[in-house]
């Protein structure tokens, strides 16, 4: 089966930084996309940011220019760099994938999440 597995969170003060990272593993022929997503208490999960097999990223707007998406394809990792992080950024954050176990099957997963906790 495959697995992804969130890993950096913690407790920040606001305006520090924080990188996450999501490693994947178990029967993978491929990776092709791959996110961040976030929950905070009371709200719905909500995208933070994105990026493709090609390394095309997108981000929410509440994120842009103060977080970073990357991955590593030989380790089947994506990260995510956290910056002048703010109290509003506390939530959990999810890893998401498309991942293919065989040339003809594409399933997507999510992570169990890590705790991100910014304090003012």
């Known amino acids: 089966q495959v697995q992804l597995v969130e890993s950096g969170g913690g407790l920040v003060q606001a305006g520090g930084s924080l990188r996450l990272s999501c490693a994947a593993s178990g029967s993978i022929f491929s990776i092709n996309a791959m996110g961040w997503y976030r929950q905070a208490p009371g709200k719905q999960r909500e995208l933070v940011a994105t990026i493709t097999s090609g390394g095309s990223t997108n981000y929410a707007d509440s994120v842009k220019g103060r977080f970073t998406i990357s991955r590593d394809n030989a380790k089947n990792t994506v990260y995510l760099q956290m910056n002048s992080l703010k109290p509003e950024d506390t939530a959990v954050y999810y890893c998401?994938?498309?991942?293919?176990?065989?040339?003809?099957?594409?399933?997507?997963?999510w992570g169990q999440g890590t705790q991100v906790t910014v304090s003012s």
């Open positions: 998401n994938g498309w991942v293919r176990k065989t040339l003809g099957t594409m399933n997507n997963y």
